[in-house]
């Protein structure tokens, strides 16, 4: 019997990382040494107190059984306490959190709720590619996408947008570019949004990642008619766990909340245990050290990898967000990423993050000092 695949599927476009994790591994196989910046994955381990949170929970038969898919009653309290602290935000637990099996599976599940198949989804370009594809392309709907050029700080020229899309994606600080938002900007995006009756899906998974004196804002600060995103894996080292949030107008996360019911069956409840500890650890809208600890690790491998490819000649700015470096290498993305790997070195090629990515390569600072040393000696060496 001969399988078809439905047509949103080979609608999507080919799997780019896909070649490259082959050549990765072939390289591992012939005993090569990798130094990986390829994925945005921290090596740093889940704070020991979240940890220990987990493994007694999961002593307790009452957590084996099936959470609720749209988040366990005290796991939302302890989201919206963390809004009014972090944020200033008042958040009703029941009608404006949802818990999500990590935010990217409701940055697609949203789109299932909202966008019929035809409808415009904007989406910025270089991005996340759950954005374009996890959620425009297999809702049958139209990627839409808009430039984010590094002159303007990567925030998209909103006059030039078209006002007929259903829903607009928005991520700062953000992945690919390490770009953050100042509040006006955002402001702006969100009154933009609001004007043109376009829904608001802002992904805020960074907003504890940031550096010196930049604190992230949420879009809900701004106004209510939004949905944010936002998640447990990269502020304390929990990708694995599968834990984040959506928060915002009570219709649209209703509208999440009701795909998710018919699909999934919630974060496992011990492991939704570990969110009241980890935010709870938070007194005011300050980094408590469990978060600063991770962010300083990040920042010092941040100055050390910035000053190497300096002096290697590459105009690369500090970001001020996220664990990214992204910056322009003057030739193709894909010939630089493939230079880097013949020296053992992986880094994300720009194009790959969409066509406004071609030129730049992305580097995840997920390797410790010593490795990034190496890593910045055997760039020497090859360019
Ligand atoms: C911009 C952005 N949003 C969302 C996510 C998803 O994170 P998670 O599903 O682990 O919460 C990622 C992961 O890399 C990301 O880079």
Not at 8 to 18: E, I, T, V
Not at 110 to 125: E, S, T, Y
Request: negative net charge; hydrophobic residues 40%; glycine residues 8%.
């Amino acid at each position: 019997m001969a399988y078809d695949f439905a047509d949103r599927l080979k609608n999507l476009p080919p799997y780019l990382f896909a070649e490259i994790e082959e050549k990765v591994a072939r390289k591992v196989e012939m005993g090569m040494d990798i130094i990986d910046f390829g994925i945005g994955d921290p090596d740093l381990p889940t704070p020991r107190p979240l940890v220990d949170v987990i493994k007694e929970q999961l002593d307790d038969p009452a957590n084996h059984r099936y959470p609720s898919s749209q988040g366990e009653a005290d796991t939302r309290q302890a989201i919206a306490e963390w809004y009014r602290k972090r944020f200033g935000v008042d958040l009703n637990p029941d009608r404006e959190v949802a818990i999500l099996l990590g935010s990217k599976e409701g940055l697609a599940n949203v789109a299932r709720a909202f966008v019929n198949p035809g409808d415009k989804v904007l989406c910025p370009d270089p991005a996340y590619p759950v954005y374009a594809q996890g959620a425009a392309t297999l809702c049958d709907a139209v990627p839409v996408k808009f430039p984010l050029y590094e002159e303007d700080d990567f925030f998209p020229n909103l006059d030039g947008l078209p006002q007929d899309a259903k829903l607009m994606y928005l991520n700062y600080p953000n992945n690919p570019t390490g770009a953050v938002v100042s509040r006006a900007n955002l402001q702006r995006a969100l009154r933009w949004c609001n004007d043109t009756d376009t829904i608001l899906c802002y992904d805020n998974a960074y907003s504890e990642m940031t550096f010196d004196d930049y604190v992230a804002p949420s879009v809900l600060e701004f106004g209510r008619h939004a949905i944010e995103f936002g998640s447990l894996s990269k502020t304390f080292n929990m990708t694995g766990y599968r834990v984040g949030y959506a928060v915002g107008d009570a219709t649209l996360i209703a509208g999440l909340k009701k795909v998710k019911s018919q699909i999934d069956s919630g974060t496992p409840k011990f492991i939704q245990k570990a969110v009241p500890a980890a935010l709870g650890a938070y007194t005011g809208p300050s980094r408590p050290k469990i978060v600063q600890d991770s962010v300083d690790v990040y920042r010092r491998r941040r100055d050390i990898i910035v000053k190497g490819l300096r002096e290697l000649g590459f105009d690369v700015k500090l970001p001020k967000g996220t664990f990214y470096l992204f910056f322009n290498v003057g030739s193709s993305s894909i010939e630089f990423a493939n230079k880097m790997l013949d020296a053992g070195i992986v880094v994300t090629p720009g194009i790959g993050f969409g066509k406004n990515g071609e030129g730049f390569v992305r580097m995840a600072l997920t390797q410790p000092e010593n490795r990034i040393e190496e890593a910045l000696e055997r760039m020497k060496k090859v360019l």
